[in-house]
């Protein structure tokens, strides 16, 4: 019984241990948006940080996941312990740009969705709630969020992405 406090304890004081990133946060800068099918959005992107390879090991070496999530609403909360209620998410994918020098090209391919308090269900979002939502807005903001094993989340800077481009996008015809 000694031993099972024992480890408790020791496993209490070791969750605590998450190292931070030796990276700064990222800078991003918009580059453009398309629909690809009727429900999805590619979101493309620089960054002058590697977001994908962070520890610099390896693109995605040590990672849990690497995330894109843009808040559709006035919800800007990016932690990782808290759901978006309107929001555009998806993985980041390297795309490969030799013309820009220190620069990281991504794109992430998101869904415009609702997700509940929970997380416990998610829907997509419909033009007509996408074009209301959007509404009265410029603009949303975006953030990279990267998880790892053992270190805390990685958060970049705001990217703000232009909502005429994205409504553009979203009232295209299928």
């Not at 007509?128 to 009265?136: D, K, M, S, T, V």
């Amino acid at each position: 019984m000694m031993y099972r406090v024992l480890i408790c304890c020791l496993l209490a004081i070791c969750s605590g241990c998450a190292k931070d990133h030796t990276k700064p946060p990222a800078n991003l800068s918009f580059e453009s948006v398309e629909r690809e099918k009727s429900l999805l959005y590619i979101i493309r992107y620089q960054s002058d940080v590697d977001v994908l390879d962070l520890f610099d090991r390896g693109e995605r070496v040590g990672m849990i996941s690497g995330m894109l999530h843009c808040a559709l609403a006035d919800d800007h909360d990016f932690s990782v312990g808290k759901a978006i209620q309107f929001s555009a998410s998806g993985l980041i994918r390297s795309e490969k740009n030799e013309n820009n020098k220190g620069k990281f090209s991504y794109l992430t391919r998101a869904f415009l969705s609702e997700t509940s308090s929970n997380r416990s269900s998610e829907r997509n979002l419909s033009v007509i709630e996408l074009n209301q939502l959007l509404a009265n807005k410029q603009q949303i903001p975006c953030k990279v969020v990267v998880t790892a094993y053992g270190y805390k989340p990685y958060y970049s800077n705001t990217m703000n992405l232009p909502v005429a481009d994205l409504l553009r996008e979203i009232n295209k015809p299928r």
